[in-house]
Protein backbone atom coordinates (compact mmCIF):
# COMPACT_ATOMS: atom_id res chain seq x y z
CA UNK A 1 0.00 0.00 0.00
CA UNK A 2 1.39 3.32 -0.79
CA UNK A 3 2.38 6.21 1.62
CA UNK A 4 -0.26 8.52 1.21
CA UNK A 5 1.37 12.31 -0.09
CA UNK A 6 1.51 15.21 2.22
CA UNK A 7 -1.34 16.91 -0.33
CA UNK A 8 -3.36 13.56 0.50
CA UNK A 9 -3.02 14.12 4.31
CA UNK A 10 -4.24 17.48 3.71
CA UNK A 11 -7.15 16.99 1.22
CA UNK A 12 -8.39 13.92 3.82
CA UNK A 13 -8.28 16.34 6.71
CA UNK A 14 -10.02 19.09 5.14
CA UNK A 15 -12.82 16.26 4.23
CA UNK A 16 -13.27 15.21 7.76
CA UNK A 17 -13.62 18.92 8.69
CA UNK A 18 -16.09 19.00 5.99
CA UNK A 19 -17.98 16.06 7.76
CA UNK A 20 -18.23 17.18 10.48
CA UNK A 21 -19.47 20.10 9.71
CA UNK A 22 -22.48 18.39 7.67
CA UNK A 23 -23.01 16.19 10.34
CA UNK A 24 -23.27 18.90 13.09
CA UNK A 25 -21.26 16.79 15.42
CA UNK A 26 -20.93 18.77 18.56
CA UNK A 27 -17.80 20.99 19.98
CA UNK A 28 -14.56 19.50 19.34
CA UNK A 29 -10.94 20.85 21.10
CA UNK A 30 -8.21 20.53 19.31
CA UNK A 31 -5.84 17.76 20.02
CA UNK A 32 -3.62 18.61 23.47
CA UNK A 33 -0.70 18.77 21.55
CA UNK A 34 -1.82 21.28 18.67
CA UNK A 35 -4.34 23.43 20.49
CA UNK A 36 -1.31 25.82 21.66
CA UNK A 37 0.09 25.97 18.19
CA UNK A 38 -3.68 27.06 17.10
CA UNK A 39 -4.54 29.41 19.75
CA UNK A 40 -1.34 31.15 18.58
CA UNK A 41 -2.74 31.58 15.40
CA UNK A 42 -5.98 32.79 16.42
CA UNK A 43 -4.67 35.41 18.65
CA UNK A 44 -1.45 36.04 15.88
CA UNK A 45 -1.42 39.03 13.76
CA UNK A 46 -2.81 37.21 10.96
CA UNK A 47 -6.29 37.53 12.43
CA UNK A 48 -5.63 41.20 14.00
CA UNK A 49 -8.91 42.83 11.91
CA UNK A 50 -11.16 40.56 13.31
CA UNK A 51 -9.73 40.71 17.17
CA UNK A 52 -9.50 44.15 17.17
CA UNK A 53 -13.49 44.36 16.03
CA UNK A 54 -14.47 41.70 18.35
CA UNK A 55 -12.26 43.42 21.05
CA UNK A 56 -14.21 46.62 20.29
CA UNK A 57 -17.83 45.20 20.24
CA UNK A 58 -16.77 44.10 23.75
CA UNK A 59 -15.67 40.52 23.46
CA UNK A 60 -13.32 38.66 26.22
CA UNK A 61 -9.71 37.96 24.41
CA UNK A 62 -7.22 35.45 24.12
CA UNK A 63 -9.72 33.90 21.75
CA UNK A 64 -9.72 30.09 21.59
CA UNK A 65 -10.14 27.21 18.64
CA UNK A 66 -12.44 25.25 18.92
CA UNK A 67 -14.75 23.35 15.93
CA UNK A 68 -18.33 24.35 16.88
CA UNK A 69 -21.59 26.18 15.83
CA UNK A 70 -22.33 29.59 14.35
CA UNK A 71 -24.52 32.13 15.75
CA UNK A 72 -27.33 30.14 14.21
CA UNK A 73 -26.21 26.66 16.01
CA UNK A 74 -25.64 25.25 12.89
CA UNK A 75 -22.73 24.81 10.54
CA UNK A 76 -19.93 23.38 12.41
CA UNK A 77 -16.39 24.50 11.25
CA UNK A 78 -12.89 25.52 12.76
CA UNK A 79 -13.23 28.83 14.27
CA UNK A 80 -11.41 31.29 16.89
CA UNK A 81 -13.83 32.24 19.36
CA UNK A 82 -13.94 34.94 21.99
CA UNK A 83 -14.37 33.32 25.85
CA UNK A 84 -17.45 35.62 25.93
CA UNK A 85 -18.84 33.14 23.82
CA UNK A 86 -18.21 30.22 26.00
CA UNK A 87 -19.66 28.14 28.43
CA UNK A 88 -17.49 28.12 32.07
CA UNK A 89 -14.98 25.34 30.57
CA UNK A 90 -14.32 27.27 27.59
CA UNK A 91 -14.40 24.29 25.61
CA UNK A 92 -18.40 24.96 23.95
CA UNK A 93 -20.12 27.60 22.18
CA UNK A 94 -23.02 28.30 24.53
CA UNK A 95 -26.46 27.42 23.01
CA UNK A 96 -28.70 29.81 22.23
CA UNK A 97 -26.67 32.85 23.05
CA UNK A 98 -26.39 34.16 19.35
CA UNK A 99 -22.94 35.02 20.07
CA UNK A 100 -21.51 36.20 16.95
CA UNK A 101 -17.82 37.41 18.59
CA UNK A 102 -15.31 34.78 16.64
CA UNK A 103 -13.42 34.72 13.71
CA UNK A 104 -14.06 31.95 11.11
CA UNK A 105 -10.76 31.17 9.45
CA UNK A 106 -10.04 27.97 7.03
CA UNK A 107 -6.35 28.22 8.09
CA UNK A 108 -6.80 26.48 11.48
CA UNK A 109 -7.89 23.02 9.27
CA UNK A 110 -3.94 23.63 7.42
CA UNK A 111 -2.56 24.13 11.20
CA UNK A 112 -4.73 20.90 12.45
CA UNK A 113 -2.88 19.00 9.41
CA UNK A 114 0.59 20.22 10.18
CA UNK A 115 0.34 19.25 13.88
CA UNK A 116 -1.41 15.56 13.27
CA UNK A 117 0.62 14.27 10.23
CA UNK A 118 3.99 13.81 9.06
CA UNK A 119 5.72 16.79 7.71
CA UNK A 120 7.63 18.17 4.70
CA UNK A 121 11.10 18.31 5.13
CA UNK A 122 12.49 22.10 5.11
CA UNK A 123 14.34 23.37 2.19
CA UNK A 124 17.73 24.98 2.56
CA UNK A 125 21.06 24.83 1.61
CA UNK A 126 24.75 25.11 2.89
CA UNK A 127 27.18 27.89 2.47
CA UNK A 128 30.22 28.72 3.19
CA UNK A 129 31.05 31.66 4.31
CA UNK A 130 33.82 34.33 4.81
CA UNK A 131 33.19 35.56 8.34
CA UNK A 132 35.05 38.29 10.81
CA UNK A 133 36.89 37.33 13.44
CA UNK A 134 34.94 40.34 15.88
CA UNK A 135 37.53 40.59 18.93
CA UNK A 136 40.84 39.11 17.06
CA UNK A 137 43.23 36.56 19.44
CA UNK A 138 41.10 36.58 22.98
CA UNK A 139 43.76 36.51 24.49
CA UNK A 140 45.16 40.24 23.37
CA UNK A 141 42.05 41.18 25.18
CA UNK A 142 42.95 39.91 28.43
CA UNK A 143 40.56 36.49 27.95
CA UNK A 144 40.86 32.99 28.01
CA UNK A 145 38.27 32.96 25.58
CA UNK A 146 34.76 34.95 25.20
CA UNK A 147 31.19 33.60 24.94
CA UNK A 148 27.80 34.31 24.74
CA UNK A 149 27.38 36.77 22.16
CA UNK A 150 24.65 39.17 22.84
CA UNK A 151 23.94 42.05 20.02
CA UNK A 152 22.14 45.58 20.59
CA UNK A 153 22.06 48.24 17.45
CA UNK A 154 21.66 51.74 18.40
CA UNK A 155 21.36 55.12 16.02
CA UNK A 156 24.96 54.94 15.72
CA UNK A 157 26.11 51.63 16.50
CA UNK A 158 26.16 47.75 16.56
CA UNK A 159 27.35 47.00 20.26
CA UNK A 160 28.28 43.61 21.24
CA UNK A 161 28.51 42.16 24.81
CA UNK A 162 30.17 38.81 26.05
CA UNK A 163 32.23 37.12 29.02
CA UNK A 164 35.11 37.47 29.14
CA UNK A 165 36.31 33.87 30.64
CA UNK A 166 39.18 33.03 32.58
CA UNK A 167 40.87 36.51 31.94
CA UNK A 168 42.59 36.93 35.09
CA UNK A 169 42.18 33.77 36.22
CA UNK A 170 44.75 31.53 38.19
CA UNK A 171 45.99 28.12 36.17
CA UNK A 172 43.93 26.29 38.77
CA UNK A 173 41.10 28.31 37.87
CA UNK A 174 41.17 27.76 34.10
CA UNK A 175 38.75 25.68 32.30
CA UNK A 176 36.07 26.22 35.13
CA UNK A 177 33.00 25.49 32.51
CA UNK A 178 30.27 27.29 33.94
CA UNK A 179 31.91 28.47 36.98
CA UNK A 180 31.92 32.55 36.46
CA UNK A 181 33.62 33.34 39.65
CA UNK A 182 36.43 35.10 37.60
CA UNK A 183 34.45 36.19 34.48
CA UNK A 184 34.40 40.00 33.62
CA UNK A 185 31.92 41.62 30.88
CA UNK A 186 33.46 42.81 28.08
CA UNK A 187 32.05 45.18 24.80
CA UNK A 188 33.34 45.88 21.12
CA UNK A 189 30.92 47.93 18.94
CA UNK A 190 30.74 48.44 14.99
CA UNK A 191 29.66 51.92 13.62
CA UNK A 192 29.35 49.80 9.85
CA UNK A 193 26.60 47.65 10.66
CA UNK A 194 28.85 44.77 11.70
CA UNK A 195 31.51 45.00 8.91
CA UNK A 196 34.66 46.02 11.13
CA UNK A 197 34.60 46.31 14.90
CA UNK A 198 36.57 49.03 17.28
CA UNK A 199 38.90 47.79 19.34
CA UNK A 200 36.99 45.70 23.00
CA UNK A 201 36.58 47.47 26.53
CA UNK A 202 35.92 46.20 29.79
CA UNK A 203 32.13 46.98 31.17
CA UNK A 204 32.90 46.17 34.97
CA UNK A 205 36.24 48.04 35.34
CA UNK A 206 37.97 44.31 36.07
CA UNK A 207 36.00 43.29 38.87
CA UNK A 208 35.74 39.85 38.73
CA UNK A 209 32.65 37.59 38.61
CA UNK A 210 30.92 39.29 36.07
CA UNK A 211 28.97 37.50 33.52
CA UNK A 212 25.85 37.51 31.12
CA UNK A 213 25.61 40.49 30.35
CA UNK A 214 22.56 41.56 27.87
CA UNK A 215 21.84 45.22 26.18
CA UNK A 216 18.38 46.11 25.15
CA UNK A 217 18.22 49.89 23.12
CA UNK A 218 15.65 51.81 24.61
CA UNK A 219 14.21 53.41 21.32
CA UNK A 220 11.56 55.76 23.32
CA UNK A 221 14.29 57.27 25.79
CA UNK A 222 17.40 57.10 23.54
CA UNK A 223 18.97 54.65 26.11
CA UNK A 224 20.68 51.69 26.15
CA UNK A 225 19.68 49.32 29.54
CA UNK A 226 22.45 46.95 30.13
CA UNK A 227 22.08 43.93 32.72
CA UNK A 228 24.70 41.69 34.21
CA UNK A 229 25.03 39.78 37.44
CA UNK A 230 27.96 39.18 40.12
CA UNK A 231 28.84 35.59 41.20
CA UNK A 232 30.18 34.14 44.29
CA UNK A 233 29.75 30.53 44.33
CA UNK A 234 30.92 28.21 41.73
CA UNK A 235 26.45 27.36 41.66
CA UNK A 236 25.55 30.36 38.96
CA UNK A 237 22.30 29.90 40.62
CA UNK A 238 23.28 30.55 44.23
CA UNK A 239 24.69 34.04 45.66
CA UNK A 240 24.61 35.87 42.67
CA UNK A 241 23.25 39.45 42.29
CA UNK A 242 21.97 41.55 38.89
CA UNK A 243 22.90 45.10 38.04
CA UNK A 244 21.75 47.62 35.47
CA UNK A 245 23.48 50.27 34.16
CA UNK A 246 22.07 52.68 31.37
CA UNK A 247 24.18 54.54 28.25
CA UNK A 248 23.34 57.64 26.80
CA UNK A 249 25.73 57.87 24.34
CA UNK A 250 25.22 54.37 22.76
CA UNK A 251 27.22 52.67 24.64
CA UNK A 252 30.26 54.90 24.74
CA UNK A 253 30.07 55.86 28.75
CA UNK A 254 27.96 54.02 31.28
CA UNK A 255 25.82 55.25 34.60
CA UNK A 256 26.56 53.64 37.87
CA UNK A 257 25.21 50.24 38.10
CA UNK A 258 22.01 49.55 40.29
CA UNK A 259 21.41 46.28 42.47
CA UNK A 260 18.22 45.19 40.76
CA UNK A 261 17.92 41.74 42.16
CA UNK A 262 15.06 42.03 44.27
CA UNK A 263 12.84 42.60 41.42
CA UNK A 264 13.14 38.71 40.42
CA UNK A 265 12.36 37.67 44.02
CA UNK A 266 8.97 36.17 42.94
CA UNK A 267 10.95 33.70 40.17
CA UNK A 268 13.59 32.68 42.72
CA UNK A 269 13.11 29.23 44.74
CA UNK A 270 15.80 30.10 47.56
CA UNK A 271 19.07 28.47 47.69
CA UNK A 272 20.42 27.18 44.49
CA UNK A 273 17.24 28.41 42.85
CA UNK A 274 18.37 31.84 41.87
CA UNK A 275 17.93 33.10 38.16
CA UNK A 276 20.49 32.90 35.84
CA UNK A 277 20.79 35.90 33.09
CA UNK A 278 21.75 33.38 30.62
CA UNK A 279 22.19 33.95 27.02
CA UNK A 280 19.43 34.76 24.50
CA UNK A 281 17.81 37.19 22.52
CA UNK A 282 16.12 40.24 24.85
CA UNK A 283 13.87 43.03 23.07
CA UNK A 284 12.06 46.21 23.23
CA UNK A 285 8.42 45.40 21.95
CA UNK A 286 6.77 47.69 19.73
CA UNK A 287 5.02 49.01 22.68
CA UNK A 288 8.01 50.08 24.33
CA UNK A 289 8.46 47.74 27.15
CA UNK A 290 11.64 46.14 27.93
CA UNK A 291 11.55 42.40 28.49
CA UNK A 292 14.39 40.25 29.57
CA UNK A 293 14.94 37.07 31.10
CA UNK A 294 17.10 33.91 32.54
CA UNK A 295 16.09 30.52 34.14
CA UNK A 296 16.23 29.13 37.28
CA UNK A 297 18.07 26.54 38.63
CA UNK A 298 17.72 24.27 41.03
CA UNK A 299 14.88 21.79 41.87
CA UNK A 300 11.20 23.21 40.45
CA UNK A 301 13.53 25.64 38.03
CA UNK A 302 12.06 26.96 34.77
CA UNK A 303 12.11 30.30 32.80
CA UNK A 304 11.50 33.92 33.90
CA UNK A 305 10.04 37.07 32.71
CA UNK A 306 10.89 40.26 33.59
CA UNK A 307 9.61 43.43 31.60
CA UNK A 308 9.73 47.13 32.67
CA UNK A 309 7.13 49.79 31.10
CA UNK A 310 9.28 52.74 32.72
CA UNK A 311 12.80 52.49 31.06
CA UNK A 312 14.01 49.70 33.57
CA UNK A 313 13.17 51.82 36.75
CA UNK A 314 10.89 49.20 37.90
CA UNK A 315 10.37 45.42 36.74
CA UNK A 316 7.48 42.84 36.82
CA UNK A 317 7.89 39.50 36.73
CA UNK A 318 5.66 37.79 34.06
CA UNK A 319 2.91 34.48 34.95
CA UNK A 320 3.95 31.32 33.08
CA UNK A 321 2.11 28.81 31.67
CA UNK A 322 4.07 25.99 33.23
CA UNK A 323 3.96 23.15 36.26
CA UNK A 324 6.81 25.29 37.84
CA UNK A 325 4.37 27.61 39.71
CA UNK A 326 2.66 30.75 38.79
CA UNK A 327 5.91 32.78 37.32
CA UNK A 328 7.80 30.05 35.59
CA UNK A 329 7.62 28.76 32.66
CA UNK A 330 8.92 25.82 31.73
CA UNK A 331 12.03 25.46 30.01
CA UNK A 332 15.79 26.83 29.91
CA UNK A 333 17.43 29.18 27.97
CA UNK A 334 15.26 31.49 25.59
CA UNK A 335 15.01 33.76 23.40
CA UNK A 336 12.13 36.59 22.43
CA UNK A 337 10.57 38.21 19.61
CA UNK A 338 7.95 40.60 18.67
CA UNK A 339 5.23 39.47 16.43
CA UNK A 340 4.27 43.41 16.13
CA UNK A 341 0.64 43.31 17.37
CA UNK A 342 0.71 42.97 21.31
CA UNK A 343 1.95 38.54 20.84
CA UNK A 344 5.55 37.87 21.52
CA UNK A 345 7.35 34.72 20.36
CA UNK A 346 9.50 32.89 22.57
CA UNK A 347 11.86 29.83 21.56
CA UNK A 348 13.80 27.88 24.04
CA UNK A 349 15.94 24.61 24.63
CA UNK A 350 13.66 21.88 24.57
CA UNK A 351 15.26 20.01 27.08
CA UNK A 352 12.45 19.88 29.66
CA UNK A 353 9.74 17.99 27.79
CA UNK A 354 8.78 15.27 26.39
CA UNK A 355 9.95 16.25 22.75
CA UNK A 356 13.56 17.41 24.15
CA UNK A 357 16.09 17.01 20.78
CA UNK A 358 13.49 19.86 19.47
CA UNK A 359 13.34 23.04 20.64
CA UNK A 360 10.26 24.86 22.47
CA UNK A 361 7.88 27.37 21.38
CA UNK A 362 5.85 29.74 23.52
CA UNK A 363 3.39 32.67 22.85
CA UNK A 364 2.39 35.51 24.60
CA UNK A 365 -0.68 37.59 23.61
CA UNK A 366 -0.58 40.57 25.90
CA UNK A 367 2.96 41.97 25.29
CA UNK A 368 4.77 39.21 27.97
CA UNK A 369 2.41 39.35 30.71
CA UNK A 370 1.51 35.61 30.16
CA UNK A 371 3.04 32.53 28.11
CA UNK A 372 1.43 29.84 26.91
CA UNK A 373 2.82 26.44 27.39
CA UNK A 374 5.90 25.37 25.85
CA UNK A 375 5.10 23.17 22.28
CA UNK A 376 7.52 21.28 20.14
CA UNK A 377 9.02 23.54 17.02
CA UNK A 378 9.03 19.97 14.83
CA UNK A 379 11.79 21.00 12.61
CA UNK A 380 14.18 22.98 14.69
CA UNK A 381 16.29 19.78 16.27
CA UNK A 382 19.22 20.15 18.86
CA UNK A 383 22.67 19.73 17.85
CA UNK A 384 22.87 17.42 20.81
CA UNK A 385 20.91 16.04 23.95
CA UNK A 386 21.68 18.87 26.18
CA UNK A 387 20.83 21.87 23.26
CA UNK A 388 22.45 25.05 22.82
CA UNK A 389 21.58 28.68 23.13
CA UNK A 390 19.52 29.94 19.95
CA UNK A 391 19.11 33.37 19.08
CA UNK A 392 15.95 34.81 17.56
CA UNK A 393 15.28 38.19 15.86
CA UNK A 394 11.62 39.82 14.31
CA UNK A 395 11.56 41.56 10.92
CA UNK A 396 8.57 43.72 9.62
CA UNK A 397 7.40 42.69 6.65
CA UNK A 398 7.55 46.18 3.77
CA UNK A 399 3.73 46.74 4.42
CA UNK A 400 3.08 46.32 8.03
CA UNK A 401 2.83 49.93 8.94
CA UNK A 402 0.38 50.29 6.11
CA UNK A 403 -1.95 47.04 6.16
CA UNK A 404 -1.14 45.50 10.00
CA UNK A 405 -2.13 42.30 9.03
CA UNK A 406 1.52 40.56 7.83
CA UNK A 407 3.32 38.56 10.02
CA UNK A 408 6.81 39.64 10.42
CA UNK A 409 9.51 37.10 9.09
CA UNK A 410 11.14 35.35 12.36
CA UNK A 411 14.85 34.57 11.55
CA UNK A 412 16.12 31.83 14.01
CA UNK A 413 19.89 30.57 14.50
CA UNK A 414 21.78 27.26 16.33
CA UNK A 415 24.19 25.05 15.55
CA UNK A 416 22.50 22.06 13.54
CA UNK A 417 25.19 19.45 15.02
CA UNK A 418 24.69 16.27 14.64
CA UNK A 419 26.48 15.62 17.59
CA UNK A 420 27.76 18.48 18.77
CA UNK A 421 27.46 22.73 18.14
CA UNK A 422 28.54 22.52 15.12
CA UNK A 423 27.05 24.00 11.01
CA UNK A 424 25.29 26.92 12.18
CA UNK A 425 22.17 27.18 10.70
CA UNK A 426 20.10 30.25 10.09
CA UNK A 427 16.04 29.38 9.81
CA UNK A 428 12.86 31.39 8.57
CA UNK A 429 9.54 31.63 9.77
CA UNK A 430 6.72 33.36 7.82
CA UNK A 431 3.79 32.01 10.45
CA UNK A 432 4.91 33.70 13.77
CA UNK A 433 6.76 30.70 14.51
CA UNK A 434 4.44 28.28 14.33
CA UNK A 435 6.72 26.84 11.32
CA UNK A 436 10.31 26.91 10.08
CA UNK A 437 10.58 25.61 6.50
CA UNK A 438 13.04 27.08 5.15
CA UNK A 439 17.31 27.27 6.36
CA UNK A 440 20.84 28.62 5.24
CA UNK A 441 23.95 27.24 6.75
CA UNK A 442 26.76 29.08 7.18
CA UNK A 443 29.72 26.93 8.33
CA UNK A 444 28.79 23.33 7.35
CA UNK A 445 31.34 21.17 10.09
CA UNK A 446 32.80 24.00 11.76
CA UNK A 447 32.32 24.77 15.41
CA UNK A 448 30.00 27.29 16.14
CA UNK A 449 27.79 27.46 19.75
CA UNK A 450 25.99 29.85 20.61
CA UNK A 451 25.05 32.61 18.78
CA UNK A 452 23.22 36.14 18.42
CA UNK A 453 21.11 37.80 15.62
CA UNK A 454 20.14 41.33 14.65
CA UNK A 455 18.71 43.37 11.97
CA UNK A 456 20.84 46.03 10.12
CA UNK A 457 19.46 48.08 7.94
CA UNK A 458 21.69 49.70 4.71
CA UNK A 459 22.08 53.36 4.89
CA UNK A 460 20.81 54.19 1.31
CA UNK A 461 18.38 51.67 0.63
CA UNK A 462 17.00 50.36 4.18
CA UNK A 463 16.62 47.09 3.21
CA UNK A 464 17.23 44.42 6.51
CA UNK A 465 20.35 42.72 6.44
CA UNK A 466 20.66 39.63 9.30
CA UNK A 467 24.11 40.14 11.72
CA UNK A 468 25.11 36.81 13.07
CA UNK A 469 27.87 36.50 15.39
CA UNK A 470 28.63 33.09 17.11
CA UNK A 471 31.24 31.31 19.55
CA UNK A 472 33.95 29.61 17.47
CA UNK A 473 36.20 29.27 20.67
CA UNK A 474 37.85 31.32 22.21
CA UNK A 475 36.61 34.25 19.77
CA UNK A 476 33.82 34.78 18.02
CA UNK A 477 33.08 35.07 13.98
CA UNK A 478 30.50 37.33 12.91
CA UNK A 479 28.72 37.39 9.07
CA UNK A 480 26.01 39.98 7.26
CA UNK A 481 23.49 38.08 5.59
CA UNK A 482 20.75 39.05 3.01
CA UNK A 483 17.68 37.61 3.58
CA UNK A 484 14.81 38.39 0.42
CA UNK A 485 16.61 35.81 -2.03
CA UNK A 486 15.88 32.83 0.42
CA UNK A 487 12.95 33.94 2.62
CA UNK A 488 11.10 36.97 0.92
CA UNK A 489 7.96 38.27 2.09
CA UNK A 490 4.60 36.80 2.08
Known amino acids: RETPSWDDLMMSTRMMLSGMMVAGIA ?54 YSPTCLDSTK ?4 PGSH ?3 YCSTPALAEILSNCTHPRPAPSGREIKVNATNVWGAAKAVGCGQIRTPEITVTPSRVVLVGQCRNGNATAREQGLGDDMRTDQVVSIASTDGGRTWDPASFQTHGARGCSVAVAVYDAVRKTVVLQYQAFTSS ?62 GGGGGGICVWYSDDGGATWNTTAGGGTNGALLITGNENSIADLWNGSL ?27 SPGVEAWNLVEPNTFGCDGAIVAVPTSTAAADGHTPPRLFFTEPSGPGGRISLRVWCSRDSGLS ?42 SYRLSIDDWCPEL
Request: with cysteine.
Open 99 to 101: CRL
Open 436 to 477: WDRFVGVNLGEVAAYSAVEVVRDAATREPTLLIVWEQSPTML
Open 235 to 296: NPYTGNTLYQATSTDDGLTWSTPRNITAALSQCNSGPGGQVCGAAGSRLQSVSGRLLFSGHN
Open 345 to 371: YMNGRGTDFPFAGHRASYWSHDDGATW
Open 27 to 80: ATAPPLHCADVMNAYCNSIALQSCTAKIKADGGELPLVALDDVNEMGSGTAWRC
Open 91 to 94: THYR
